[in-house]
């Protein structure tokens, strides 16, 4: 088995490991106050121009009119259109959409390359001539998610390295490895464009690397544009749990569990539970007017008049 | 204007003031404050107080911090500043916004949508160091660098290093009170960063870790409401003399002889006003106690320390005073039995004892705490109060939207009805609802009022709102119709009173400011003077 196979294994391995565990820290950290930012979309009736229950009267009375479609179809909006771009910085858009749909294209082909290889690994050829419905789905989806995929993100990254060099405002906050992230991408998209349309045309190479990729087997040497490919896929596992490229776990909590949280602490809750055990935690703020070492609860409901004289 | 374009480096090691303020760089404002004579200017420091107080900033002064007068001073500065900013990330000392923080620390992509929302980024033609990413920036560098596990070497390696100094660290205490937090950059935000709270926490380093604070939210602030009862300094006893005063000013104006209830057991609501308003606009009080008397609401003032002021300061600068006032006002609430409490025209104490302690209140604490425009609605909706618009009929009317209120908890429409139900000439702003521009005062600025703070707040922080005010008016600009900016907030108020009296708005084009329920006193036929007096005071 080659030592680029072997460093794959360790990569995937990596960036799954490096995902889940930076997802489960951000998951555990303590309960926080509420932080909500409006509009809000599971506000039925209200979330379109904005408002929350808290235009009810008595609204803690009242049952809660909570709409699961109107935040899907709002994420929905933002993870695939990437919506705030579109309205509020609509020159970067142009290349964000593409360059994220791009990504969106790349994983369905990662996932259908898979249930190719997956497939062939069955006995069942897939080719341009495949009669089944099933393996010829596959095989043009393949075809279609990866030529759109690989041109689309490339464009979009070309695009947006241009504006981060060219864009006084954009250049102006970045650093070393804002273009580090964005090289490495385009670098990846760009070889996988050639590769697409000159040595694995149909994919086939590719689909029986990762049959032997999944079934632990030496994979033949690949041409050296697809091994190029796939040392740049390598390092961009290993090093992308690093980046704020992560920031598709980030953009959950951001809005699923800070500006849409308007969950209300009601007596006995689960979130009661976790205020009451954050009020035990010990202070050691610096300034005068706390007192280091006392609880949250302590500080909040000491006399301070003394200590302010 | 000198500096527009400034970098972190400059920023962080360039002696002197780093930019200098000029409004003929500023965009420029609707007729007839087109002519730039008319705009006031922001005034320039004394050599005293440039001596004196660090303003190598813009040369303004919010914090009026001493300059150190040692290298040694400055180091144990920067050693102070630098281990507030690791509290800041610990669960222990910073569980109510670790979470928020880390996330907005960690995912910038940095793609600067958020600065096409900032109105002071805008209103100043761009300047680099109010841009919301600037400050965000240099906290996320120091963040990368001294918080991060092998940060020094990460963050060089990837361009993210910084030196702290005191040079940069002075300049961020004054940054940080340069933005209204009114998180209009984060609702644009396509990853959810809040550059809004990272103004916020940077102040929190500076109050809890160092001890400075700006003095109007702290020492005359959020100590004096604890200390005295009201930020104001006013003392239950004062308090209580002032409600008598306003029930005989009731009799004057409305002929309605009633005592407002206090202390009230029982009652099913604890009202409970920004102090201020008893002191600069107590028509805003006395037309709440007309409403509710003429509704027949059960509802009660509180004469305990803090019960009667529900402003909270420390929303803008200090969890632990932030905790402290908030608990203040569910001890009063519980004392008296209420089903819970109303908060009147504030803006930033809805936000503070509605939404952001909802996760202070545990047990007997947690008593329902509902908006007072809310229950205005519901009191219209009902038919409780006889109304006859037309009584508003020769004003034209728009309304300012307070941050605090709509963006930050989703009370848009309320007052809205309650609006058209008192006025036929209501018009909107535009921007509106969830996406207006604040008043400028947000954030605790418009009860700073030191040195040359205030003219920035009138021709930088409030510029925007100034420009949508003379935008919703053009056509009637002339001082011939009278025009009301209807601003259900006593800090709203209070920076629109400084920024019109600034410009001469009210002599000019014959615009007033005030809150929601002294339109609708106006509009009740059963009174028969109008109640809005139409003079600036």
């Known amino acids: ?309 | 204007m000198k500096n527009k374009k400034t970098s972190i480096k400059d920023f962080s090691n360039k002696e002197g003031q780093l930019v200098e303020l000029d409004n003929s760089g500023f965009l420029p404002l609707p007729p007839p404050y087109d002519k730039q004579e008319l705009e006031p200017k922001i005034g320039s420091l004394t050599e005293d107080a440039r001596k004196k107080y660090e303003c190598d900033l813009d040369g303004v002064v919010a914090v009026k911090f001493p300059r150190p007068e040692t290298e040694e001073e400055k180091r144990i500065l920067v050693e102070k500043f630098l281990s507030g900013l690791k509290k800041l990330f610990e669960k222990e000392n910073n569980w109510g916004f670790m979470q928020p923080l880390f996330l907005t620390m960690e995912y910038c992509a940095k793609c600067q949508t958020c600065a096409s929302a900032c109105p002071i980024y805008n209103e100043t033609g761009e300047m680099d160091i109010y841009r919301p990413t600037f400050r965000s920036d240099i906290l996320r560098r120091l963040y990368k660098t001294y918080v991060k596990k092998g940060g020094k070497f990460f963050a060089k390696v990837s361009g993210n290093d910084i030196e702290a100094s005191w040079t940069m660290i002075a300049r961020l205490m004054e940054l940080c009170y340069r933005c209204t937090i009114c998180r209009r950059c984060a609702q644009t935000c396509p990853v959810g960063v809040d550059n809004g709270l990272v103004t916020r926490e940077i102040r929190k380093i500076f109050s809890q870790e160092m001890g400075i604070n700006v003095e109007p939210l702290h020492k005359k602030g959020s100590v004096q409401q604890l200390k005295a009862g009201s930020s104001t300094g006013m003392i239950p006893a004062a308090f209580l003399d002032n409600i008598e005063f306003l029930e005989e000013e009731v009799e004057e104006r409305t002929g309605m002889n009633f005592k407002w209830p206090m202390d009230k057991a029982g009652a099913d609501i604890l009202l409970i006003h920004n102090a201020g308003e008893y002191l600069a606009w107590p028509e805003n009080p006395e037309a709440f106690a007309i409403i509710l008397e003429a509704a027949g609401i059960s509802y009660t003032l509180s004469s305990e320390l803090v019960g009667y002021d529900s402003v909270n300061y420390g929303v803008w600068y200090d969890d632990v005073q932030f905790a402290r006032v908030a608990i203040k006002h569910a001890q009063a609430a519980r004392k008296l039995g209420v089903k819970k409490i109303v908060l009147g025209e504030c803006g930033h104490a809805h936000k503070a004892l509605t939404v952001i302690a909802d996760r202070v209140f545990t047990g007997e604490f947690n008593i329902p705490r509902e908006s007072s425009l809310t229950l205005l609605d519901d009191i219209i909706k009902n038919g409780r109060l006889k109304l006859d618009p037309s009584r508003n009929d020769d004003i034209i009317t728009t309304l300012h939207d307070p941050c605090n209120v709509v963006r930050l908890m989703g009370i848009v429409q309320p007052q809205r009805n309650v609006l058209k139900a008192v006025s036929n000439n209501f018009r909107e702003m535009t921007p509106h609802g969830v996406e207006n521009y604040c008043c400028g005062g947000g954030s605790g600025f418009a009860i700073t009022q030191d040195l040359n703070f205030p003219d920035w707040r009138h021709t930088v922080s409030g510029r925007a709102k100034l420009r949508q005010i003379l935008d919703v008016f053009q056509d009637v600009i002339g001082p011939e119709q009278k025009k009301y900016v209807c601003a259900p907030c006593s800090n709203c108020k209070g920076a629109m009173r400084d920024m019109f009296a600034a410009y001469g708005l009210f002599e000019r084009c014959n615009i007033l400011y005030g809150g929601l329920v002294e339109l609708v006193v106006n509009a009740m036929p059963e009174i028969e003077k109008p109640f809005l007096e139409w003079e600036w005071h």
Request: glycine residues 8%.
């Open chain 1, 1 to 309: 088995m080659g030592g680029l196979q072997l460093l794959l294994y360790f990569a995937v391995l990596f960036f799954v490991v490096a995902i889940v565990a930076k997802t489960i820290k951000i998951a555990r950290m303590p309960i926080h106050l509420r932080w909500d930012l409006y509009p809000v979309p599971h506000e039925k009736g209200r979330g379109a121009y904005g408002g929350s229950y808290f235009e009810e009267i008595d609204w803690w009375t009242k049952p809660k009119n909570f709409s699961y479609l109107s935040e899907v179809k709002e994420m929905g909006k933002e993870i695939l259109f990437i919506q705030s771009l579109f309205h509020h910085n609509r020159p970067l858009w142009l290349f964000s959409f593409p360059f994220h749909f791009g990504m969106y294209c790349l994983i369905a082909h990662g996932v259908l390359l898979l249930t190719g290889s997956i497939i062939i690994l069955g006995g069942i050829e897939i080719s341009w001539l495949s009669k089944n419905i099933i393996p010829a789905a596959v095989f043009h989806l393949t075809l279609i998610s990866g030529k759109a995929g690989w041109l689309l993100s490339a464009f979009g990254a070309f695009g947006l390295l241009m504006s981060r060099l060219f864009n006084g405002k954009l250049r102006s906050s970045a650093v070393l490895s804002d273009y580090v992230n964005l090289l490495i991408l385009l670098a990846l998209f760009t070889v996988g464009v050639v590769s697409s349309f000159t040595v694995d045309i149909s994919y086939s190479i590719q689909r029986a690397f990762i049959a032997d990729f999944i079934t632990v087997k030496s994979a033949p040497a690949l041409p050296g544009i697809l091994t190029a490919q796939l040392w740049i896929l390598t390092i961009l596992l290993i090093y992308f749990p690093f980046t704020h490229m992560t920031h598709f776990v980030g953009k959950y909590f951001t809005y699923h569990k800070i500006r849409w949280e308007d969950e209300p602490n009601v007596a006995g809750g689960k979130i009661e539970k976790a205020v009451s055990a954050a009020l035990g935690y010990r202070i050691n703020w610096s300034a005068s007017h706390i007192k280091s070492g006392a609880t949250w609860a302590e500080a909040a409901t000491e006399e301070t008049t003394e200590r302010e004289k």
